[in-house]
């Protein structure tokens, strides 16, 4: 639409944010899972992550959730391997 002339460059931006998908949450259950589908153990999925092996603990036990960089890689992870990440 922009390229065609009917809206500015800013509004092209917003409009461009607000069709991004949400990431989903992640919960225990499903970072387990997404573990289990790597064949990753929680060291080495936390240094794939760059965070720490307590904090992957505390996701799996569900006294901790993650959000903001954590969220995004685990959806990248889950969408698109392993391969992605390193």
């Not at 573990?35 to 965070?51: E, G, H, I, M």
């Amino acid at each position: 639409m922009h390229a065609l002339g009917f809206i500015d460059q800013r509004k092209m931006r917003k409009f461009d944010v607000l069709c991004q998908t949400p990431i989903p949450d992640y919960d225990s259950e499903k970072i387990r899972a997404l573990r289990d589908r790597f064949k990753l153990s929680q060291a080495v999925l936390a240094s794939v992550l760059n965070t720490s092996l307590s904090t992957v603990r505390q996701w799996e036990i569900g006294d901790k959730h993650p959000s903001g960089p954590s969220q995004k890689l685990l959806n990248l992870l889950e969408r698109k391997g392993l391969d992605a990440l390193i």
